[in-house]
Every structure is written in C-alpha cells, then in structure tokens.
C-alpha cells in the first residue's frame, strides 16, 4: 500500500514535469532557421485593408540560431539573431525572414562553432577563446532605427550596424569626431530623438583605467549627415555607469543612474552578464540618482539622489517630458539589477519554475523637480502582480506630456511568466487597463502606429504585434484597434509559398515544424521599429 502510493506519487510528479501548462513557450528560445525573400499574403475579405497610413515595414528581431557545430549558447541575448520584416500595404503584408549574417555569425559558420566574441554568457560547454582583441565584436542587434536615408541598427555596443532589406552591410563609421576615446565602453541601446529638431540623441561611455571612472560624452545626429556626431556635452562619473536608455525632454537629457557600475576589466576577460556589479552605498550620492544634463549648453547639471531604500533598478524608458517646474519621466524598474540576472539565461527561460520566480518589473513615475535638492517623488503605473515591460507610447508625443502607453505584460494571471498579454494602460482619465490575452499565445512587443489625423486621440491608431501559437507552433502577424484592443486582421506567412525552399523535401521532423513559424522573442533588449 504504502509502495503503490508512493510510486503513484512518483508518477503524478513525472507527469506533472512533462505536461508543460506553458504550451510551446520555449519553443520562443530554440532555433528557428527557416527564411524567406519575401512572401505575400492578402488579409480580405476577412479583415478590411490596413489604414493608407499604416503602410509600412514592421521589422521585428528574434532568436535565430542558438547552436553552432558542438557549442550551444547560454545567454538569452547571445544567439544569432534574426529579422523578421512585414510590408503592410492596402491588402497585403509580404514577410520576409532572414538570419542576420554578422561578421560573428559568418565567422561561426566557417568555424562551426561559436567564434570568439563578447558574449553575455559563455557557451555549454565553454569555448577556448584567445585573450586577444575580446571585444572585437558585438550582441545580437536589438534595435534599429532611421538616420536620413539609412537604417542604422544597434546594440548596446558602441560601433552600429548598418542594414538595408535585412541584409547586414557593415558597421557603421562615424567620422573622426571626438566621442570614441581610448577605451569607449557601452552606447545606449535606445536612441530618442529629441522631440522639437527630431535629431537622434545617444551618447558613449568612454571608460578611464587609470581612475576607474568613466566619461560619458552625449551628442546628436542629424538626417543630413548621418555620420557625424556633433556633441551635446559630456559628464564624469566614478564609477563606469551602464544607462541602457534614458530620456530626452525639449531642454534636458534625462539620466537615470543604476546603482551598477560596468567593470571594464570584467568586460575584457569575462562574459558580459559577470560586469554588471552592485555599487554598495551608505549615503544617497551621484550612484543611485537622476542626472539631469541641459542641451543649451550652459552645463547647469541637475542631480537628484534618490533614497537608499529605492534604488534605481531599471531597464526601459517610457517616456520623459517636462514644465515648469519639474520633470516626469516613466520607467520599466525592478527590485534588484537586472542585468545580473537569471532572467538572462536560455535555460531559466525555458524552465518553468525557474521563469516563474524571475523578479517583476513595475512601471514607475519619477517626478524629479528641477530646483535641486528637493525630493524625487515616484509612483507605481503598472499593475504591480504583473511583469511589464516593453513599453510604447504614441510616437508623436515621444518628450511630451503622455496619457496612454501600451506594454508586454507577463505574469498576466499573477503567477505563470508565460501567461502574456499586451496591455494598455490609462494615466490621465482613469479608465482601467485594457487587454490582448490568449492562453498558450505569446506576444512579441507591439508597436502603436498613430492616426495622422489632426483630430486624432491620442490612443487613436494601430497595434501591431508578431504572436506565437503555442499550441501550433505557428506564428501570426496581428493587428489591433490601439484604442479599443478589438482585432483587426491576423495572418500568418503563408507555408505553402515555402515549396521554393529546396530544403523541405530533406528537411527533417523538427525543421519542418519550424517552417510556419516566426520564433518571437521578448528580450529585455528586443526592440522594434516602424518605418513610415
Ligand atoms: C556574411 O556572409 C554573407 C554571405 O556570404 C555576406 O553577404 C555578408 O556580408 C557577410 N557579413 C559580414 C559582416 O561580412
Ligand atoms: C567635456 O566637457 C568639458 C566642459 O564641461 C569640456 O571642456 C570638454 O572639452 C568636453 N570634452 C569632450 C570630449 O567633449
Ligand atoms: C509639473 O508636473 C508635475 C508632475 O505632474 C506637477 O506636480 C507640477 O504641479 C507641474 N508643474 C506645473 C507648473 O504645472
Ligand atoms: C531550387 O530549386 C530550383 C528548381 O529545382 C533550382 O532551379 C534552384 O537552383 C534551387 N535553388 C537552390 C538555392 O538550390
Ligand atoms: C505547416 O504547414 C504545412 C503545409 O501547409 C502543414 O501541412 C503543417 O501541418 C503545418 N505545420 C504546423 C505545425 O502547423
């Protein structure tokens, strides 16, 4: 008796690990290797044809290839990324999928193995990776953006890259100009444009071995000539700071300021996830604080400390607009640092309990006055059950004073890390968060494309998004109403356009499961862009 129910205790447990409640969740974190020219699928008659001024490319990045010969990569932003484009036009959206072919990804293709580079983790098992020239190369690609006629794309890396129609070119030459020292270290991830010129606004971090600081040297660019960074000021800190976005407002620069200092001599030898150390603080000072950098010119800098007991744990920024009296800026934030985190592993992602313990990030307003001295004040804007991230807001109000944003919300059901919805959230007239939510579907990060109409509301427009099926391992493109979250259109790439693929006759079980699917991806670094 005793025997029978423990071996039946033991095999509720065996079923219990295999039944995963997540269905096709880690399939988001496997190879996906299937691609395409270019695809074209009609959405009528079921759904009207897109807004004239919702044509446009979608470009959403994702997991591309996670092994290479004998080596797997561990960490969540490491593998081979890919590029997933949709042309919306009237009818139609054409998809196009491809790898992106880096020099890294080229270099481990000829090597069949993960070739040397900065990696977040190292690979299972690890690589003999020479001592020379480590940082030679660059993470998967998490945004992109327009600069004049060209789409740059970027990582938190200081060099860019250039793509045009999904091809990597090559990184991107700046002219000599005086932002790269001896040892630049770390751009943002997401530039902003600066809401009156619309220049792009980024800055690099150069560290300094001597002191064990860094300088921040901040600029901007403009379409007309977009390879020359014209400096907007500089700032130096004791400590190498790691500002993977910030804000910009019509007369400020808005810098939020992690108690984590970037160790520069950790970049060089370790994997990067070991560089992100905690700065330990006994008094409120310039670690844990905003830094507010005037773009006049008059280097009048601002700095507000914040409390020890509210440290400045952040990874995306909302928004930031300013009046008279104080800045606003909303960012996505969590309790402990967030780039030394489990969270950033393949392997945490695709356990479900080790997912489900992965710290929550919360959306907060930090009211920071401009008069110095007086106190921060920051409040909750996001539902604090839930994980929300991958914020986004009208564009058109990008450094003004905002009302709705929209955000990836895991932990929709208050436990599951899978269980994802796109939310929007309401800041000025009180009307309770609205909702996309499907069981075993798993959104990628939306973009909000807004109605030109000079009457518009603000939340007035598109949601586009890219999500998985879980279920059927198929992924879809779909659109929805911004304002009132009701369905739009939702396709998917047509597979059977795929015969051109020569591979599918060879292709074995698991390769052919993958040919209908776009593997989405929402790291903490995925972004994505709508190019008008
Ligand atoms: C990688 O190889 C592809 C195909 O040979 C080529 O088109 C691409 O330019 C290469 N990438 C780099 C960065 O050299
Ligand atoms: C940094 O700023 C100082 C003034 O605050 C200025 O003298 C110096 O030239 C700047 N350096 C760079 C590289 O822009
Ligand atoms: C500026 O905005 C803050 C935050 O909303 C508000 O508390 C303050 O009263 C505003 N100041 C003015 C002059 O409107
Ligand atoms: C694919 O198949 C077609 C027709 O059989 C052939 O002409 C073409 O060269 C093949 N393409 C590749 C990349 O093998
Ligand atoms: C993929 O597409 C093929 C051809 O349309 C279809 O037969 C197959 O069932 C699809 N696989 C999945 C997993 O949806």
């Keep these: 008796m005793m025997l029978a129910s423990c071996f039946l205790a ?3 447990v065996l079923a219990g690990a295999v039944e995963d409640p997540d269905i096709g969740y880690s399939l988001l974190f496997e190879t996906a290797p299937e691609e395409f020219s270019r695809q ?7 759904s009207k044809p897109f807004p004239t001024w919702a044509s446009g490319d979608f470009i959403i990045p994702s997991i591309g290839v996670v092994s290479m010969g004998d080596r797997t990569m561990v960490g969540l932003l490491d593998p081979f990324g890919k590029m997933q484009r949709f042309e919306m036009k009237g009818s139609t959206v054409c998809a196009a999928y491809r790898i992106m072919a880096t020099g890294f990804y080229n270099a481990s293709k000829a090597l069949n193995t993960v070739a040397p580079s900065l990696l977040f983790y190292e690979t299972d098992p690890p690589r003999d990776c020479p001592m020379y020239n480590p940082m030679c190369n660059m993470m998967p690609h998490v945004n992109t953006f327009k600069v004049g006629s060209k789409m740059l794309s970027i990582t938190d890396a200081p060099s860019m890259l250039e793509i045009r129609t999904l091809q990597v070119l090559k990184k991107h030459q700046f002219d000599a100009d005086r932002m790269e020292e001896t040892l630049p270290y770390a751009g943002s991830a997401h530039p902003v444009n600066h809401p009156v010129t619309g220049d792009w606004i980024d800055f690099v971090g150069n560290a300094n071995l001597l002191t064990g600081g860094a300088q921040v040297n901040f600029f901007h660019l403009s379409g007309d000539n977009p390879t020359f960074r014209h400096s907007l ?3 130096t800190f ?5 500002m993977h976005s910030f804000g910009v407002t019509e007369h400020y ?3 939020p300021r992690m108690p984590v200092e970037l160790n520069i001599l950790d970049i060089l030898y370790r994997p990067l996830s070991a560089a992100f150390k905690d700065l330990k603080m006994s008094a409120p000072g310039i670690d844990n604080a905003f830094v507010l950098l005037p773009l006049d010119g008059s280097g009048k800098v601002i700095r507000a400390y914040l409390p020890l007991n509210d440290m400045l744990y952040y990874v995306h920024t909302v928004n930031a607009y300013e009046n008279a009296t104080d800045i606003v800026i909303d960012l996505t934030t969590s ?3 967030p780039f030394a985190s489990h969270a950033l592993t393949l392997p945490s992602n695709k356990d479900k309990a080790m997912r489900d313990t992965f710290s929550p990030e919360v959306v907060k307003r930090f009211v920071i006055p401009l008069q110095e001295g007086q106190p921060v004040v920051a409040s909750v804007i996001s539902d604090p059950r839930t994980s929300t991230d991958f914020t986004k807001i009208n564009p058109r109000l990008a450094g003004k004073k905002h009302c709705f944003f929209w955000a990836v919300e895991n932990k929709h059901d208050g436990e599951s890390y899978a269980s994802i919805a796109i939310v929007k959230y309401d800041l000025c007239y009180g009307s309770p968060a609205k909702h996309w939510f499907r069981q075993s579907w798993y959104p990628s990060e939306a973009t909000m494309i807004p109605s030109p109409e000079p009457s518009a ?5 598109l949601l586009v998004f890219t999500a998985l099926d879980g279920a059927a391992d198929q992924s879809y493109l779909v659109t929805v109403d911004a304002q009132t979250f009701v369905v739009k259109s939702q396709i998917t790439a047509n597979s059977k356009q795929q015969q051109n693929n020569n591979n599918t006759k060879t292709t074995t079980q698991q390769q052919q499961q993958h040919t209908n699917k776009t593997t989405t991806t929402t790291t903490t670094t995925t972004r994505t862009t709508k190019r008008a």
């Excluded at 074209?40 to 079921?46: E, I, K, M």
């Design 10 to 12: 033991v095999l509720a």
């Design 253 to 255: 620069l808005v810098l």
């Design 233 to 235: 000021g500089n700032l």
């Design 457 to 461: 509301a603000e939340d007035d427009g």
């Design 40 to 46: 074209c699928v009609d959405v009528s008659p079921q």
């Design 238 to 242: 004791d400590h190498p700071p790691y």
């Design 335 to 337: 309790s402990h640092n």
